[in-house]
Structure formats: structure tokens, C-alpha cells
């Protein structure tokens, strides 16, 4: 009776064992990531409010690592993704870069200071190379938002190819907004309109100064 | 009488068609928005408003009130709202959640002085985020037909009743006094605004088409909801979601 019940835990512990190892490891990227991120932001702030160029780049830096990109952009690409070349896949994964730093860096420093993140238990892996990181965001005393972060497994290292804050999907809201205006212009026409509403936003961030 | 009937039956029928929202599949059958033409208008208009009043007002508001003070306003219309969120507790059958509330309202409407200190979290009695529309959802009904309301925002066919619930479930229209009444709804609207500022120009920066962009995070965020935070999928189409795990499995 003893032992059957110790082999039991015994076999659950093995049988969980990898499991976690692995949860744990996708946890830390994300923890890792964001620690080494705010702790930059708040240091240089500084530095970083004047200078929208130096603050993209070091978001950049820390960032890309930490994500597959290449993924993201496929996804939130979507069906033309299939289509599309070498050349092309390679200029939207620019464009798509250039649009989510001068749209997310700013509001970033600008909480940085206030922003607490915590880590409520993990959900259960979905596969042995997919996971979902689940955080909670807290900015000053306002109610939590949760932000969960879905990462794949490649050559060993976790890496988060979508951010789903509170429901909503990154990857899948800039789907669809991409995809009705793909559907309407071609992706080389799409592209180009994407390009001149970064040129707008680069023109602000130039004035700003 | 008959006639009456008739007719009741007939929108009946035209609701369920409506709201039988659940056959998916992003790129045929399915659209969420067959009233899209119009939906535009009214987002257009709404957009015009809100740029040339309301995000002004918001935007001298935030310059003007301290962090604390709109904290303050913020949970002072959230312990309002409370009344709302413990009848659809109810009507979803979820009593511990309702008792919850309820000594929630009553803990912040007292010793929260009027809602405006949130007291009640900290003890123990977090709050909720029901709706008659998530109820109706939970009930099993679909999103149904998307609606952009005018000088509201985004909603659907399903959602659309929250509006004249909030009213009705709101003690602050009870207590009415023009004198007060007025003034404070302008507030609500004014301090609502100033909660979605971020939101708002991260809408502005990262859309291409800012209607298609609110339509799908309003989507996503109303499943989630009618779900309590743990949707059966991460997304809110099932066939967008098998596309992206034959996206995945692909590469």
C-alpha cells in the first residue's frame, strides 16, 4: 500500500519534472526580459526622454532576443505571408519593427517607474515546445491587467511571438487590420501605405524633440 | 393583439439569427460586421466629436487633476457601477461572487467614503467585471452583429443592452438632483475618457484602419470577459486560431 502510493508520487514527480523545468525556463525569459528592461528604462531616463532614437535602440536591444520576431511578423501578416518573397517578408519585418517601437517605447518610459509585474501560477504547457507565460501588469495602485505572453521553443531557447493583454491578441488585432487593407491593395500597396503612416509618426517623433 | 404577437415573434426570430453568431471562418462565411457601411459613419462622426470636444477636455483634465484625485473619481464611479456588476453576478448564478460585491458596495460606499477610497480590495473582496451583456453571453448567446454606437463606441448586438442597464442599475440617477446629477455624469464621461488616453493614441499610432483595429480588440476584450479572463482559445475566431497553428506547425 506504502509503496505503491510512493511509486505513484515517484512517477508523478518524474512525469512533471520536465514539464516544469521547461515552464520554468519560458518564466524566466519573460522575468529576465522585463527586469533588465525597466531596470534600463528608469536608470536613463534621463537620457532616454530627449531622445527617441536612443530609447527605440535600447528597447530594441534588449527586446529581440527575447522574441521571434520573424514568427510575429508572419503571423500578423497572415495569409499573404504564403505569397510573398524573401524580399518582401524581409521589408514588412522592418516596417512591422519600426511601427511597434515608435508606437509602444514612449508609453513605456513613460510608466516605467510605476510598472510592477507579477507571475501568477503558470498555466499548464499546451505542447512541450509552446508555452503561455501568464503576468499581471500593475501600474501604481490601479487594478491589475493581466498580460499573457505566448512563447515557442526553438533550439533549446524560448522565445514570445504574441503578447495578449487582457483578451486582446497583438498578433491577431494587426491581423485583421493588416488583412482588410491587404485584401483591398496588394501587399506591396498595403506595405507602402504602412511606410508612409511610419513616415507620419516619424515626423512627429522628430518635431518632438 | 395578434398582430402584436406576430411582430414579437418576428424580432425574436431576427434577434437568434443575430446573435447565432458562433459558425467561423475569417476569410467566408462569418462576418461579424454585416452593417459595416454604417458602422463606419458612426465612427467617423463619434472619431470627429471626440477629437474636436471630449479628448480635449479629457487631455486639460488630466493636465489639470493630480493622480490620486482621478484614482479617486475612477473608483468612485466604479463603486457606482457596482450594483450592475452584483445583479449580473446573480443572474449568472454566481452567488459567492454577488455576496462578494455586495459587501464590497457596502464596505467602499461607507467607510470608502462614497466609493472614492477602494478600501474593500484590501480586504479580501476584489472587484468584478459583469455586465447584462456578458451575462447574455454566458447564457450561451454569440456576439451577434457588430454596432459602433454613436457618441458611445464600440458594441454589439448582444452587448448593446448594457448601455440602458448601467442607467438603471446606476443609484445615482435614483438620488436625482439637477444640481448634481449633471455635473457628475459630465465627469464620468470626462474621467472615462482620461482613463482611455493610452489606449487611444496607442489606436492612433499602431492602426492602419483604427475602425477594423477597435472592432477586433473590442472582440477579443468581450469574449475574454464573457469567459472571466480564460477564453477556450486565445483568439476570437476558432478557425483564425486553427490558421495560425497550421501557421505554426508549418515552420
Given at each position: 500500500?506504502?509503496?505503491?502510493?510512493?511509486?505513484?508520487?515517484?512517477?508523478?514527480?518524474?512525469?512533471?519534472?520536465?514539464?516544469?523545468?521547461?515552464?520554468?525556463?519560458?518564466?524566466?525569459?519573460?522575468?529576465?526580459?522585463?527586469?533588465?528592461?525597466?531596470?534600463?528604462?528608469?536608470?536613463?531616463?534621463?537620457?532616454?526622454?530627449?531622445?527617441?532614437?536612443?530609447?527605440?535602440?535600447?528597447?530594441?536591444?534588449?527586446?529581440?532576443?527575447?522574441?521571434?520576431?520573424?514568427?510575429?511578423?508572419?503571423?500578423?501578416?497572415?495569409?499573404?505571408?504564403?505569397?510573398?518573397?524573401?524580399?518582401?517578408?524581409?521589408?514588412?519585418?522592418?516596417?512591422?519593427?519600426?511601427?511597434?517601437?515608435?508606437?509602444?517605447?514612449?508609453?513605456?518610459?513613460?510608466?516605467?517607474?510605476?510598472?510592477?509585474?507579477?507571475?501568477?501560477?503558470?498555466?499548464?504547457?499546451?505542447?512541450?515546445?509552446?508555452?503561455?507565460?501568464?503576468?499581471e501588469?500593475l501600474i501604481g495602485d490601479r487594478p491589475a491587467v493581466?498580460?499573457?505572453?505566448?512563447?515557442?521553443?526553438?533550439?533549446?531557447?524560448?522565445?514570445?511571438?504574441?503578447?495578449?493583454?487582457?483578451?486582446?491578441?497583438?498578433?491577431?488585432?494587426?491581423?485583421?487590420?493588416?488583412?482588410?487593407?491587404?485584401?483591398?491593395?496588394?501587399?506591396?500597396?498595403?506595405?507602402?501605405?504602412?511606410?508612409?503612416?511610419?513616415?507620419?509618426?516619424?515626423?512627429?517623433?522628430?518635431?518632438?524633440? | 393583439?395578434?398582430?402584436?404577437?406576430?411582430?414579437?415573434?418576428?424580432?425574436?426570430?431576427?434577434?437568434?439569427?443575430?446573435?447565432?453568431?458562433?459558425?467561423?471562418?475569417?476569410?467566408?462565411?462569418?462576418?461579424?460586421?454585416?452593417?459595416?457601411?454604417?458602422?463606419?459613419?458612426?465612427?467617423?462622426?463619434?472619431?470627429?466629436?471626440?477629437?474636436?470636444?471630449?479628448?480635449?477636455?479629457?487631455?486639460?483634465?488630466?493636465?489639470?487633476?493630480?493622480?490620486p484625485v482621478r484614482d479617486g473619481v475612477t473608483n468612485f464611479f466604479d463603486n457606482l457601477g457596482t450594483v450592475n456588476v452584483i445583479v449580473n453576478d446573480l443572474?449568472?448564478?454566481k452567488v459567492e461572487q454577488g455576496a462578494s460585491d455586495t459587501a464590497r458596495l457596502a464596505i467602499n460606499s461607507t467607510i470608502g467614503l462614497l466609493g472614492i477610497f477602494d478600501v474593500a480590495t484590501p480586504m479580501g473582496f476584489e472587484a468584478h467585471d459583469e455586465d447584462?451583456?456578458?451575462?447574455?453571453?454566458?447564457?450561451?448567446?454569440?456576439?451577434?452583429?457588430?454596432?459602433?454606437?454613436?457618441?458611445?463606441?464600440?458594441?454589439?448586438?448582444?452587448?448593446?443592452?448594457?448601455?440602458?442597464?448601467?442607467?438603471?442599475t446606476n443609484p445615482m440617477?435614483?438620488?436625482?438632483?439637477?444640481?448634481?446629477?449633471?455635473?457628475?455624469?459630465?465627469?464620468?464621461?470626462?474621467?472615462?475618457?482620461?482613463n482611455?488616453?493610452?489606449?487611444?493614441?496607442?489606436?492612433?499610432?499602431?492602426?492602419?484602419?483604427?475602425?477594423?483595429?477597435?472592432?477586433?480588440?473590442?472582440?477579443?476584450?468581450?469574449?475574454?470577459?464573457?469567459?472571466d479572463g480564460?477564453?477556450?482559445?486565445?483568439?476570437?475566431?476558432?478557425?483564425?486560431?486553427?490558421?495560425?497553428?497550421?501557421?505554426?506547425?508549418?515552420?
Amino acid at each position: 500500500m506504502l509503496r505503491s502510493l510512493f511509486l505513484t508520487l515517484f512517477l508523478i514527480v518524474i512525469v512533471a519534472m520536465p514539464v516544469r523545468a521547461q515552464d520554468g525556463a519560458a518564466v524566466a525569459v519573460v522575468r529576465d526580459t522585463s527586469d533588465q528592461l525597466l531596470t534600463a528604462l528608469r536608470a536613463e531616463r534621463g537620457r532616454l526622454s530627449g531622445d527617441r532614437l536612443a530609447l527605440m535602440s535600447l528597447v530594441e536591444q534588449i527586446l529581440m532576443p527575447a522574441l521571434d520576431f520573424r514568427l510575429t511578423a508572419r503571423l500578423a501578416l497572415g495569409r499573404a505571408a504564403r505569397d510573398a518573397d524573401e524580399v518582401q517578408l524581409r521589408r514588412f519585418e522592418g516596417l512591422f519593427r519600426e511601427m511597434l517601437l515608435r508606437t509602444y517605447t514612449a508609453p513605456l518610459l513613460e510608466y516605467a517607474d510605476d510598472i510592477r509585474i507579477e507571475f501568477p501560477p503558470p498555466l499548464p504547457p499546451r505542447e512541450t515546445d509552446r508555452a503561455t507565460v501568464r503576468t499581471e501588469l500593475l501600474i501604481g495602485d490601479r487594478p491589475a491587467v493581466p498580460v499573457n505572453y505566448a512563447m515557442r521553443r526553438v533550439d533549446g531557447q524560448w522565445r514570445v511571438y504574441d503578447v495578449v493583454i487582457a483578451g486582446i491578441s497583438a498578433v491577431i488585432t494587426l491581423r485583421r487590420d493588416f488583412e482588410s487593407d491587404i485584401r483591398k491593395q496588394g501587399l506591396d500597396g498595403f506595405m507602402d501605405r504602412l511606410e508612409s503612416h511610419i513616415g507620419a509618426l516619424r515626423a512627429r517623433d522628430a518635431t518632438e524633440r | 393583439m395578434n398582430a402584436f404577437r406576430k411582430s414579437v415573434l418576428a424580432l425574436l426570430a431576427l434577434l437568434t439569427l443575430g446573435l447565432n453568431g458562433c459558425a467561423t471562418d475569417p476569410y467566408g462565411a462569418y462576418d461579424p460586421d454585416p452593417i459595416e457601411p454604417v458602422n463606419r459613419i458612426m465612427y467617423g462622426v463619434t472619431d470627429l466629436a471626440d477629437r474636436a470636444f471630449l479628448e480635449p477636455v479629457a487631455d486639460f483634465y488630466i493636465l489639470v487633476t493630480p493622480d490620486p484625485v482621478r484614482d479617486g473619481v475612477t473608483n468612485f464611479f466604479d463603486n457606482l457601477g457596482t450594483v450592475n456588476v452584483i445583479v449580473n453576478d446573480l443572474l449568472q448564478g454566481k452567488v459567492e461572487q454577488g455576496a462578494s460585491d455586495t459587501a464590497r458596495l457596502a464596505i467602499n460606499s461607507t467607510i470608502g467614503l462614497l466609493g472614492i477610497f477602494d478600501v474593500a480590495t484590501p480586504m479580501g473582496f476584489e472587484a468584478h467585471d459583469e455586465d447584462l451583456g456578458q451575462t447574455l453571453g454566458v447564457w450561451g448567446l454569440g456576439e451577434g452583429p457588430y454596432l459602433f454606437v454613436p457618441f458611445s463606441g464600440p458594441n454589439n448586438l448582444r452587448d448593446v443592452g448594457n448601455i440602458p442597464m448601467s442607467f438603471i442599475t446606476n443609484p445615482m440617477y435614483y438620488i436625482w438632483d439637477s444640481g448634481v446629477t449633471g455635473p457628475l455624469s459630465v465627469l464620468s464621461i470626462v474621467n472615462s475618457r482620461a482613463n482611455l488616453k493610452t489606449a487611444s493614441r496607442v489606436r492612433d499610432e499602431a492602426a492602419l484602419d483604427p475602425y477594423v483595429f477597435t472592432r477586433e480588440a473590442y472582440r477579443q476584450n468581450r469574449m475574454y470577459k464573457v469567459y472571466d479572463g480564460d477564453p477556450p482559445t486565445p483568439g476570437i475566431d476558432e478557425a483564425l486560431d486553427e490558421a495560425l497553428e497550421a501557421e505554426l506547425e508549418g515552420l
